[in-house]
């Protein structure tokens, strides 16, 4: 049965219900998350970031979902495409607006698709290519979608752009120490030699989860994430707001580790977290302190990772050095609809000549992965 598919002008707009249903339960498409964004002024008017999700509905029951934004920039969304604006603009053409279906300043792997109906997905990427053409914009890109998104997507035609990230793993360790074995001889003393600077300096650092965070320390952690973006020059994307609407409305799906020294905290790390998955997101410190990045980053998730039981651990964008902290290399994508047909046939050469490398890059991270090799 056909379905029917408008733009509205907020996640707010929608019933929380409705919503949530067609998700996986992941916080991070959760309609508290992405309505925060707006409510706090993360997203909307000023940001480049206009949310327009676009919605399906059959018989007036909503069954399809895209988190669709009308960006004005391509600033926080992980997957760079500067390049491509400065082609056109060289070429006197418009690149902006674009639309982009994506959780804002998240590079996480997630669906993008969203609904319970399979069979729907490649209907809705049909539909998402029709509306590039109907609002006359340059292009469309869909961020870090999970597989299912992508099997539609690539059905559809859209253009698939490769990366790389890097996960850890629970492999169901009793303790931080019986992970600590499973690495390679140097990944394992390196580690308890950074550990144990961040404790001689006098560091004491602690996991607080979800409604024990203290309206102190939310505050706290927003200096060390407002220091964060001053320390690279750049500006914050997040509100205070928004950060203390998480605390209250999604507490079940938050961890924040702190890190004190003589009495008063010096640096944090703000993460979400379901059954299966941590999601490294925030962090920043008030002083420099010797390896408390990684510390306060990598080690006290993974150590609540085995604690709570955890699947995985998901650092974020880049960042080579994780692998010598347990971490391997995994196959990110992206995809994207171009309107231009020339730019649409060189943006799909670039792509695969960008795989290319990426390949040769994924085979070297395969050697240097961090784990003992087997006897």
């Known amino acids: 049965m056909k379905v029917e598919a408008e733009f509205v002008g907020s996640i707010g707009e929608l019933d929380a219900a409705e919503w949530n249903a067609l998700t996986d339960g992941s916080p991070l498409l959760s309609h508290t998350f992405l309505s925060a964004l707006e409510r706090s002024g993360s997203v909307g008017e000023g940001t480049g970031w206009q949310p327009i ?27 760079f495409d500067w390049s491509w604006a400065d082609a056109y603009d060289q070429h006197g053409l418009e690149y902006y607006p674009k639309l982009v279906a994506a959780v804002p300043f998240t590079p996480v792997t997630g669906a993008r698709l969203l609904s319970r109906e399979p069979a729907l997905l490649p209907q809705m990427a049909g539909i ?13 890109h869909v961020l870090f979608p999970d597989e299912a998104s992508a099997e ?13 990230q890097f996960r850890w793993q629970n492999q169901g360790f009793g303790s931080f120490d019986e992970f600590l074995m499973t690495l390679a001889h140097d990944k394992r003393k390196k580690i308890r030699h950074e550990r144990k ?26 200096k060390c994430y407002l220091n964060t973006y ?43 977290y379901d059954k299966d998955c941590l999601y490294g997101r925030y962090w920043g410190a ?7 990045h990684f510390e306060l980053c990598y080690y006290q998730a993974q150590a609540f990772c085995i604690q709570h039981g955890i699947r995985f651990f998901e650092g974020g964008a880049q960042g080579e050095h ?8 995994r196959a990110t994508c992206s995809f994207h609809q171009i309107a231009h047909p020339e730019f649409a046939a060189a943006i799909r050469q670039f792509v695969a000549r960008e795989q290319v490398g990426i390949s040769h ?12 090799k087997p006897a």
């Open 53 to 79: 999700p676009l919605i399906f509905r059959r018989d007036s029951r909503l069954v399809g979902a895209i988190p669709l934004y009308l960006k004005q920039h391509s600033y926080g969304e992980y997957v």
């Open 128 to 140: 998402l290519s029709e509306m590039v053409a109907r609002l006359q914009l340059s292009s469309a």
């Open 152 to 164: 539609a997507l690539s059905a559809q035609g859209w253009i698939k752009r490769h990366g790389v």
């Open 197 to 222: 600077k961040v404790a001689t300096a006098g560091v004491v650092c602690r996991c607080v989860q979800g409604r024990d965070i203290s309206e102190r320390e939310w505050d706290f952690f927003y």
């Open 230 to 272: 001053l320390e690279h020059h750049s500006s914050p994307y997040l509100t205070q707001a928004f950060f203390h609407e998480l605390g209250e409305r999604l507490p079940e799906h938050i961890m924040l580790a702190l890190a004190e020294r003589d009495g008063r905290y010096v640096g944090a790390a703000l993460n979400l």
């Open 286 to 292: 008030l002083e420099y302190i010797p390896n408390l």
């Open 322 to 329: 994780k692998l010598a902290r347990g971490f391997v290399q």
């Open 361 to 372: 890059y994924q085979q070297e991270l395969d050697e240097r992965a961090p784990y003992r």
